[in-house]
């Protein structure tokens, strides 16, 4: 089996997308799928290469914000594409954007089929810009281009999340949709949740990029309503757009006397952020759009409760045990709640922690990559 991935952005650090890609390429040929990558050239010379190359578009005025959110687009090359759908027994598009519409045309044109993944809602891509809302009218001119010009054009779609399928159902998405999920790396001995040393400070991590969708500002105005803003520490763990805000807005919290401990910011390795996942004490997980949130499933593979913003397009919510794991999105004071009660009740915190741990043995990306190479039999054989 031939596969084509086909991605712009495969190679910038801190996106979800690159996460995911980097995984799903190593585990098809680890299964003994022939894949294949084009993307954007990787910037850094060193590094892993596509194997059909495109060069880096730039969005004149806009380059600077499109690369703040983690983001790049490739140039369109007709030759490339060509060369790549040809070689092709099947195309997987990661994206909905113009390169996308090209390839499933020229998949058209040969015969080839397509599935694609739906890793964005449109509000991820233009909250960032305009800092809109769910109800932006840009969002379905957005989602119309999508489903007209790449989705509908396949023949599956896969939903990493119940909530993907449900808002595709509702926007007339016309192609066969399958449920599962992106998946993590599961380790073959079994995880015991690390307890976090007592004493101060009480560390609280948030990990993600650093954007006006992730919504980082809740957390920050929760420790206005909390009665622990003398032991806790704040980490947020990401890069993005928003950094210099959320520092500024961290800054007044300690001047203002609701912080003793300064929030620290910074952007770590893979080894590094477990580390810190396994030393804090909750994990925060804010966003108001997000299609499915593997950020918060790693804090719970290694034994972090987390607590876990609710909305209508967030999918992250359904790793949550019970309603001590949730608030309502942009609810600084039920989130304030929320962290009071766990820090309160420290024993129990313990002991969710290795329940939260074995839940998350259920997202094994290996079963995730079976379901893909499933989905792609099933694609072949229409």
């Excluded at 159902?169 to 079994?190: D, R």
Aim: some cysteine; glycine content about 6%.
């Amino acid at each position: 089996m031939k596969v084509l991935i086909v991605c712009n952005n495969a190679f910038t650090r801190g996106n979800g997308v690159h996460t995911v890609l980097q995984a799903l390429m190593s585990n098809l040929h680890e299964a003994g799928v022939d894949a294949r990558l084009m993307a954007t050239e990787n910037e850094d010379p060193h590094g892993t290469q596509p194997d059909y190359p495109l060069k880096h578009f730039r969005f004149p005025v806009f380059e600077n914000l499109i690369y703040s959110n983690g983001f790049r687009f490739a140039r369109i090359d007709h030759d490339m594409i060509e060369e790549a759908v040809r070689w092709a027994d099947l195309i997987h598009v990661q994206e909905a954007f113009p390169l996308e519409s090209d390839v499933v045309d020229t998949a058209a044109d040969y015969g080839k089929p397509c599935v694609a993944t739906y890793h964005l809602f449109p509000q991820n891509v233009v909250a960032g810009a305009v800092h809109g809302g769910i109800s932006n009218p840009i969002n379905d001119i957005i989602e119309w281009y999508w489903r007209t010009y790449v989705f509908d054009k396949c023949s599956i779609i896969h939903c990493p999340t119940e909530t993907v399928r449900r808002h595709l159902a509702e926007n007339g998405y016309k192609a066969q949709m399958e449920v599962f999920s992106n998946g993590i790396s599961i380790p073959s001995v079994h995880i015991n949740a690390a307890v976090p040393a007592n004493g101060d400070p009480i560390k609280i991590l948030c990990v993600g990029r650093l954007a006006y969708e992730k919504s980082q500002e809740t957390l920050l105005q929760a420790m206005r309503h909390s009665a622990y803003g003398d032991r806790i520490q704040l980490h947020f763990a990401g890069k993005g757009p928003m950094e210099g805000t959320l520092r500024r807005k961290a800054e007044e919290l300690v001047e203002e006397g609701v912080l003793k401990y300064p929030p620290m910011f910074g952007f770590y390795d893979r080894d590094e952020l477990k580390e810190l996942i396994r030393t804090s004490y909750l994990y925060i997980h804010c966003a108001w759009v997000e299609v499915e949130g593997l950020s918060c499933l790693e804090a719970i593979r290694e034994g972090l409760v987390p607590l876990i913003a609710e909305g209508s397009l967030t999918a992250t919510a359904q790793f949550a045990l019970d309603t001590r794991s949730v608030f309502p999105a942009h609810d600084a004071g039920t989130l304030a709640e929320r962290i009071d009660w766990w820090i309160s009740h420290p024993q129990e915190r313990a002991a969710m922690g290795q329940e939260y741990a074995d839940s998350a043995r259920k997202y094994d990306i290996h079963d995730s990559t079976a379901a893909m190479i499933r989905m792609y039999r099933r694609a072949l054989a229409v």
